[in-house]
């Protein structure tokens, strides 16, 4: 395995659900990252770690919870959404100050 | 809150003809700049980063930074039909290797 690895690429769960999103990096960089992609709006940025500790929230709510046992892989635990919540779910990874590496995403439908 | 602006676009150029997007930050303090191209469906994929005034050339791309105009641009020459794309802009703002995402502009290369 290369590069940053999301899994699943696609989930549908209803609003009671609670599932979880993963992410894998096979770079050895040492900050990870939660953006959320929804159409026709700017990436926005959720969560951040360096070195496995959370630096930012991004004033995210509590239905989302991240998880980053270590510096390779990272979680998004999902509770109760909305529908609203629907959207693209992108992790990447970065080493310093050289851009990051996306992962494929997960595709996410709450209904 | 810091900003990064695009034109949407779409923008059209026919194949060959050199492409021109644009983006303007607001943040003065930021010293780090990505593009990124991103297809239908799929993650951002980082084509150019530029941290110094002036231009930087990669192949077909070359990046363009004036600081003191708070203006980023990119410049693709020769352009094929694979380059239509989104082309993201990405600024480092509000803390280190902390990305901020222009909405994107559509670019459409026809033959």
């Known amino acids: 395995e290369t590069g940053v690895t999301q899994t699943p690429r696609h989930l549908v769960m209803g609003m009671t659900n609670k599932k979880s999103l993963k992410c894998e990096q096979h770079?050895?960089?040492?900050?990870m990252y939660w953006y959320k992609q929804s159409a026709k709006k700017p990436l926005e940025l959720m969560f951040v770690?360096?070195?496995?500790?959370?630096?930012e929230n991004n004033s995210v709510p509590s239905r989302f919870s991240p998880e980053c046992p270590n510096s390779s892989h990272l979680f998004l635990h999902l509770h109760t959404l909305q529908p609203e919540d629907s959207a693209l779910y992108l992790c990447?990874?970065?080493?310093?100050?050289?851009?990051?590496?996306f992962g494929s995403g997960t595709r996410l439908t709450v209904v | 809150q810091k900003e990064v602006e695009q034109n949407s676009g779409p923008l059209s150029v026919p194949e060959g003809a050199i492409a021109s997007l644009n983006c303007t930050y607001s943040?003065?303090?930021?010293?780090?700049f990505f593009w990124y191209r991103q297809y239908s469906g799929k993650s951002p994929e980082l084509i150019m980063f530029?941290?110094?005034?002036g231009d930087k050339e990669d192949g077909r791309f070359t990046a363009q930074l004036n600081k003191a105009s708070q203006y980023v641009s990119l410049l693709i020459r020769d352009s094929q039909p694979s380059d239509s794309a989104t082309y993201l802009c990405a600024v480092e703002s509000g803390g280190y290797n902390k990305l901020i995402f222009g909405a994107g502009t559509r670019l459409a290369v026809h033959p």
């Open positions: 770690y360096n070195f496995k500790e959370q630096t």
């Open positions: 943040d003065r303090g930021s010293q780090s």
């Open positions: 990447a990874s970065s080493q310093d100050r050289g851009g990051y590496t």
């Open positions: 530029i941290y110094s005034n």
């Open positions: 770079l050895g960089h040492n900050a």
